[in-house]
């Protein structure tokens, strides 16, 4: 499975963008998927995950509330739309597959990494 990451960028406080990540291979639909994050000097952590039907997703209470996760099956492809964007928000966020079809916040339990993609929150 490969996965790329797309649609960071530079953004102000307050602003909005949507990350895409999609996924090579037919069995898309089988995998939950995770988002995380890495911040400047920081280990990386979850932001949030999806069911493989995309009926169910979790998030981590930094960003509940602001950040969406959504998938289109159809297009191998899971997004990550953030809202209301803080400087703490800056980080490489990467997309990551669980082929068992979970979504929880420990990333030993992902496959697939893709590549990550920047997003910087100015203040």
């Known amino acids: 499975v490969q996965l790329q990451a797309s649609g960071g960028g530079l953004v102000q406080a307050g602003g909005s963008l949507r990350l895409s990540c999609r996924a090579s291979?037919?069995?898309?639909?089988?995998?939950?998927m995770g988002w995380f994050r890495q911040g400047p000097g920081k280990e990386r952590e979850f932001v949030g995950g999806?069911?493989?039907?995309?009926?169910?997703?979790h998030y981590a209470d930094t960003v509940k509330g602001r950040f969406t996760i959504s998938r289109d099956n159809a297009k191998n492809t899971v997004y990550l739309q953030m809202n209301n964007l803080k400087p703490n928000d800056t980080a490489v966020y990467y997309c990551?597959?669980?082929?068992?079809?979970?979504?929880?916040?420990?990333?030993?339990?992902?496959?697939?990494w893709g590549q990550g993609t920047e997003v910087t929150v100015s203040s």
């Open positions: 990551a597959t669980d082929q068992e079809g979970l979504y929880y916040p420990y990333e030993d339990l992902y496959d697939y």
């Open positions: 291979g037919r069995t898309f639909s089988t995998y939950g």
């Open positions: 999806i069911s493989r039907n995309g009926g169910s997703t």
